[in-house]
């Protein structure tokens, strides 16, 4: 790149830009994820007692596992951040990296948790809850993974300059909104039977 | 990228010494204007061939069963592609992208003083998206089965099995490139969004922005507030096509409308996401050429915020036959006809502020005046297809056609010329030929007139929009109604033919126009201070600084009857 734009150093509202820009992304990120359970509660409501024998077969203690995992790594995330704001780069690498580290549990008990449920039989095409649940838990999931990479790049790369620490603040941002999906999905496709 | 951070007015000298190649000036360019410049070419492209589409059917409706010039024989499957992709690209392709992400990447940095958007690499990241969804649209029509031909509304079950509409393929693609061009005009939007929120000039306030830039930023949050479920929807109709769900399968146990109500949550706040652009474009101009200054700014700005939060209540009213409870009907007919106050609030701000003006009739305040005058039109058909009870008649009509042509012609044809003829010398140096271009003007409206005036007397008279022939259908057939069909059709071909002088004229004058200063039209708004054209960083050295609101014109006791934002007040 040439040169430094003006424009992107410029902060008329007093937030910086890329943090504005993170809060507008989690804002049309809401509607989508909205978009999607909502469609799923219409259904649910419509068709009450047959979606609560499909939704039996989910497994719930590996759904409490991985909030758990996501809720520690939220915790990690903001650890990484204090790091960064005491200019620590170890540190905030480390919990940068622990937190990944439970992306990747997050993902690999999904992944268990996913084959389990197809080899019973319950797969996207199972039914309408099932598709609503592969649907929703795979978008979630796609989520978690870009947010593992961006965290990836961040440790590995952003790091050497101090100018783009803040992007450590910017990727906890979007990793607690991922967190909080989850918090949504978990009761409606796990705990309400 | 360089180390050292820049504060506001110390331009980055080095820069200017390398000279960029082709490709890094006007292929891989993150500058804003660049940008704008491919997202309108790539718009006058697609307009291109949603006008050859429009022919090739308006042809076969005319003269059925006949071969067409260009074309050949059109069957009922290629029609209804036509007809599908029409609206697909009009809407998508040339209304968005030269509407929102054109005009607002054009003017946004240069209205509100800076040197490019705050995330420059994020904007060439949305055109290149952008690019590849209408590359993908267009490779759709030539797969087998063809290109997709449900309805730019996609409607299930439709939409959602091959085995009903034929087109394997084609589906797919066509939704892919819906969904890819929606994740593009995201990223847009948040950029347009972040920049004017941030980056505005030192000394401009919030009502010191020109109204074109605020209705640029509340369609881009209109955009991002809707169409969030469509993407949901687009991806459950995606697994639907491809995969064989049953999420809008009433026999899987899913519902059909769900469908409706999720492509209508975002299909009628995109009226008004295309709209507003068009309305502040319109504005900029009747301003600038009536040399008054903007009759009641704030009303029209919280109008138009009143009107964005109206817009997300209104949407069944496209569903009034699709079962939804006559309640529900109730409730939206009253909502749509609530949100036709806020519009015409605006437009007669608008002729307000011609009263008592000095009024220039250049090409462009041709076309703006036309806006306001053809959209009335559009406007208040819509009060009657708002009402439930005249909807349930009328709907599928041509009717209903002509209505959302009167609405969306205005916004993405007439506009857009407006703003064309209005930007032309900032974007290029050089004005458009005025004789040529006010030939252009009368040729486009009476024709577009001829087009739909007609098409609303046949839909009055029960004529159904999705016919292939209407010489099948006895009621349809006779002949004063075939009559009016082929003037449809003639003033078709007579509005496509002077849009070749509007092309003869643009290019031609890239190079022979007359050239002319910074400020041609004497226009107070910062993009006029900067050089035409404005240079890579826009303002040069120093960048402008905001002294007072963006329509001070005719100010009693001022030699000159314009009086630019960045002016200092010491100099009058």
């Not at chain 2, 087109?167 to 969004?193: C, D, S, Y």
Request: hydrophobic content about 50%; charged content about 10%.
């Amino acid at each position: 790149m040439a040169h430094e734009i003006i424009a992107t150093g410029r902060s008329r509202t007093g937030i910086p830009t890329g943090r504005l820009a993170v809060w507008w992304v989690i804002g049309s990120e809401i509607l989508i994820f909205g978009g999607l359970i909502s469609c799923y509660l219409l259904n649910r409501f419509n068709h009450g007692p047959s979606w609560s024998v499909e939704a039996a077969n989910t497994n719930t203690f590996i759904g409490a596992c991985n909030t758990f995992w996501l809720l520690t790594s939220s915790l990690f995330v903001v650890f990484a951040h204090a790091a960064s704001e005491k200019h620590d780069a170890k540190k905030t690498r480390i919990w940068i990296w622990l937190t990944i580290l439970l992306g990747g549990f997050f993902m690999g008990f999904k992944t268990y948790e996913y084959t389990t449920e197809i080899q019973h039989g319950f797969t996207l095409f199972t039914s309408n809850f099932w598709s609503f649940y592969y649907t929703a838990t795979g978008l979630h999931g796609f989520h978690v993974v870009c947010g593992m990479v961006i965290m990836g790049i961040i440790a590995e790369n952003d790091i050497k300059h101090e100018r783009n620490w803040h992007r450590v603040e910017n990727i906890g941002l979007y990793w607690h909104f991922v967190d909080i999906i989850w918090i949504f999905l978990f009761p409606l496709m796990y705990i309400a039977k | 990228m360089a180390e050292v951070t820049h504060v506001d007015g110390a331009h980055d000298a080095h820069h200017e010494h390398h000279k960029p190649s082709f490709w890094s000036k006007y292929v891989f360019s993150t500058d804003h204007k660049m940008i704008a410049l491919q997202y309108m070419f790539t718009g006058m492209a697609m307009a291109l061939i949603g006008g050859y589409f429009a022919y090739v059917f308006r042809m076969q409706l005319a003269f059925p069963g006949a071969s067409i010039p260009f074309f050949g024989t059109l069957s009922p499957a290629a029609y209804n592609s036509l007809v599908t992709n029409h609206g697909t690209i009009m809407i998508f392709w040339v209304a968005m992208p030269v509407l929102i992400a054109a005009m607002g990447n054009f003017l946004i940095p240069l209205m509100i003083g800076c040197d490019d958007m705050v995330f420059p690499r994020v904007n060439r990241l949305s055109y290149q998206i952008f690019l590849l969804s209408a590359i993908i649209l267009i490779i759709s029509f030539f797969v087998p089965g063809g290109g997709f031909g449900g309805a730019w509304t996609a409607y299930p079950p439709l939409s959602a099995k091959a085995e009903f509409n034929a087109t394997p393929f084609g589906a797919p693609m066509w939704l892919i490139a819906v969904t890819l061009e929606i994740v593009a005009f995201l990223l847009g939007g948040i950029n347009f969004i972040t920049t004017v929120m941030n980056a505005r000039a030192k000394g401009m306030r919030m009502y010191d922005i020109p109204i074109i830039v605020w209705m640029i930023v509340i369609a881009s949050i209109l955009f991002m507030c809707s169409v969030g479920p469509l993407i949901a929807g687009a991806v459950m109709l995606l697994f639907d096509q491809t995969l064989g769900t049953g999420f809008f399968d009433g026999t899987a146990g899913g519902d059909p409308v769900l469908w409706q109500h999720l492509f209508w949550f975002f299909g009628h706040p995109e009226v008004y996401v295309v709209l507003l652009p068009a309305m502040g474009i319109v504005g900029e101009i009747t301003c600038t050429f009536a040399r008054k200054k903007l009759f009641a700014y704030k009303l029209i700005l919280y109008s138009t915020i009143g009107l964005g939060i109206l817009s997300f209540f209104v949407w069944a009213h496209h569903q009034f036959i699709s079962g939804v409870d006559p309640r529900a009907a109730y409730l939206f007919t009253t909502t749509t006809l609530l949100i036709s106050i806020p519009v015409a609030i605006v437009l007669f701000a608008y002729i307000a502020t011609l009263y008592g003006g000095s009024i220039r009739f250049t090409t462009a305040m041709l076309f703006a005046l036309a806006f306001t005058g053809e959209f009335l039109l559009g406007g208040v058909t819509g009060i009657w297809l708002g009402s439930s009870g005249v909807d349930v008649y009328l709907h599928d009509t041509y009717f209903v056609l002509a209505h959302f042509h009167y609405t969306f012609v205005p916004i993405a044809i007439i506009a857009t010329f407006a703003a064309v003829y209005y930007w032309y010398p900032k974007m290029f140096g050089r004005k458009m030929n005025e004789t040529w271009g006010k030939i252009h003007f009368w040729g486009t409206i009476v024709s577009f007139n001829g087009i739909f005036i007609p098409l609303f007397i046949l839909g009055a008279g029960g004529q159904h929009r999705r016919i292939y022939n209407f010489q099948h259908y006895p009621d349809l057939a006779g002949a004063d109604m075939q009559d009016m069909r082929v003037f449809a059709t003639l003033s078709l071909i007579v509005m496509l033919a002077f849009q070749v002088i509007f092309i003869v004229n643009f290019f031609v004058s890239l190079k022979r126009g007359e050239k002319v200063g910074n400020n041609p039209w004497k226009a107070n708004t910062l993009e006029w201070v900067a050089t035409s054209p404005a240079p890579h960083g826009n303002f040069g050295a120093t960048m402008p600084e905001v002294y007072r609101g963006p329509y001070e014109f005719s100010v009693e006791g001022r030699e000159e009857d314009y009086w630019p934002q960045n002016e200092k007040p010491s100099e009058s």
